[in-house]
């Protein structure tokens, strides 16, 4: 079955959404997939807030925000396309306001802001700790309102393009039905999310960050950059991995060793404070949150969903108790590569959010700088998308597609091996071998594992033989996106010799 529209984009977190309404607004028909739904994006779990330079709360400047984020991004960041990002922010922040998210205020009715990691001053405006979360729902509503057709549970295959290496659209497969689909498209937009879940239960992801989006555009012939650095938040539950947002430690949060002492600035860049916890938890110890002196009724108020968390994953109550916490996976900074249009090399393709590198975070992303690019960068992507594609926009004789290979070789597996050992072997590896704290000689064994693991593959497959509802044969083409993205992140780690953020080298 074959679709058509002027923009195809693929995802539909804040940065999909975004892309969506902005190329809808330039005039452009437009189509959204997602593997999921809208609101289960993994734009929910930014909670902290969104940067903006306002000085709602103490002096603050959009220079200072510039310098905070270079500074985070040790030299890895491109320093135009940082002053862009913290240029629009200001704009980006009123725009969602206009539009109705609900942020926060301070007693004279201004937009609130707190301090996160890395920050010279409260920068990050916020909706409690729920901010992410009311921008999606927010994002999405503005959607509805506009008739944008968003298509829920379709599975990226392929990327589409012409001997011109000129996208045409995507190949998916319908989930519900097991039937495979084509949308052609003038232009695509990649807002598919980073691939954090390639480290399994040690990371604070969903279970469907799998780096669909990057691996297949790596298969169409896209470029990817810095894919080694993934960043490592501070602050998950010991047990689950569940994220305690930054916003506990920018409201004062401190952070406890085993003895109950503090013993790093809570409020340091991330890739300091995590290596900061992972020493105290390779010396035997435990690692705490704790923010009772903030008071019960300040906890409820700006920290409700924290509490929530804490509550249900630990049995743990933060207003009478501190929360045992551990670093784990959460953020990637790698991904496709793109230009000041959000443009790949692939003509017509386009990337936004955490599956895009825009360069903006290097080797380590400043806390509230999350939200801000996907808002910032997905109007980029969907208006520059809409130029493209309706400059694009003529007659053109309908196109044979070819039968897709990976689900073709699928087919042929033995299904020999089960690949959910597998999976679960390579997220402890990663987490062991690729985490925090980095050796060369691990990293080394880690590749040849890896290698080891790829040449079994057509020995896996699926056992289910359904159409309906087949989450075994998603969940092994998840298993090959992220066994690749591995590879691409080890190999990175590999030829990147010295510490910098986020990879850092202990021998």
């Not at 994002?139 to 012409?162: A, G, H, P």
């Amino acid at each position: 079955m074959n679709y058509k529209s002027d923009i195809l984009i693929i995802g539909a977190g804040g940065a999909g959404l975004t892309a969506a309404i902005h190329a809808k607004e330039s005039g452009a028909d437009v189509v959204v997939l997602t593997k999921e739904y809208p609101t289960r994006s993994q734009t929910c779990m930014a909670q902290g807030g969104i940067n903006a330079a306002f000085g709602n709360v103490t002096e603050d400047s959009v220079e200072a925000h510039i310098q905070n984020t270079l500074k985070s991004a040790h030299g890895e960041a491109d320093e135009e396309m940082v002053r862009f990002m913290c240029g629009e922010a200001l704009n980006t922040v009123e725009w969602l306001d206009s539009i109705g998210v609900c942020f926060s205020r301070t007693s004279d009715a201004k937009i609130a802001q707190r301090t996160l990691g890395g920050a010279s001053a409260p920068r990050a405006c916020y909706a409690q700790d729920y901010t992410g979360l009311k921008i999606l729902h927010t994002l999405y509503d503005k959607c509805l309102s506009k008739n944008i057709k968003i298509v829920n549970e379709r599975y990226l295959v392929e990327i589409l393009k012409d001997n011109n290496n000129n996208v045409y659209g995507a190949k998916t497969l319908n989930i519900r039905s097991g039937e495979l689909e084509i949308y052609e498209a003038g232009a695509v937009i990649l807002a598919s999310g980073g691939y954090s879940k390639i480290y399994g239960h040690h990371s604070t992801n969903s279970t469907a960050s799998t780096g669909d989006g990057i691996a297949t555009a790596k298969r169409a012939g896209a470029k990817l950059i810095d894919m080694e650095f993934v960043q490592f938040h501070p602050t998950a539950l010991k047990s689950s991995s569940i994220l305690i947002s930054e916003s506990a430690r920018g409201e004062g949060g401190y952070l406890l060793n085993s003895k109950r002492e503090r013993f790093t600035n809570e409020l340091a860049p991330r890739d300091v404070v995590s290596r900061a916890i992972n020493e105290e938890i390779v010396k035997g110890g435990d690692v705490f949150l704790d923010i009772r002196h903030l008071g019960e009724e300040f906890i409820d108020k700006e920290l409700p969903q924290e509490r929530k968390l804490a509550k249900l994953y630990e049995n743990i109550d933060p207003v009478y108790e501190i929360i045992p916490i551990k670093p784990v996976a959460h953020y990637t900074m790698g991904g496709i590569e793109v230009d000041k249009s959000a443009q790949t090399n692939i003509n017509g393709l386009f990337a936004c959010g955490e599956c895009a590198n825009h360069r903006v975070h290097g080797a380590n992303r400043l806390g509230g700088n999350s939200l801000l690019e996907i808002v910032v960068f997905g109007k980029e992507a969907g208006i520059n998308a809409a130029k493209y594609a309706l400059i694009k926009k003529e007659s053109k004789e309908s196109i044979i597609v070819e039968e897709d290979s990976i689900l073709h070789d699928l087919e042929h597996f033995t299904n020999e091996i089960d690949f959910y050992i597998l999976r679960e072997q390579i997220n402890n590896l990663l987490y062991k071998k690729l985490g925090i704290v980095r050796k060369k000689s691990e990293m080394q064994s880690l590749q040849v594992e890896l290698l080891s693991i790829k040449e079994k593959v057509p020995l896996m497959g699926v056992s289910d033989k359904s159409k309906i509802y087949n989450t075994n044969k998603i969940e092994f083409l998840e298993f090959r996106n992220m066994l690749d993205l591995a590879l691409e992140v080890v190999g990175g780690a590999l030829s990147r010799e010295v510490s910098c953020g986020a990879h850092y080298i202990s021998e």
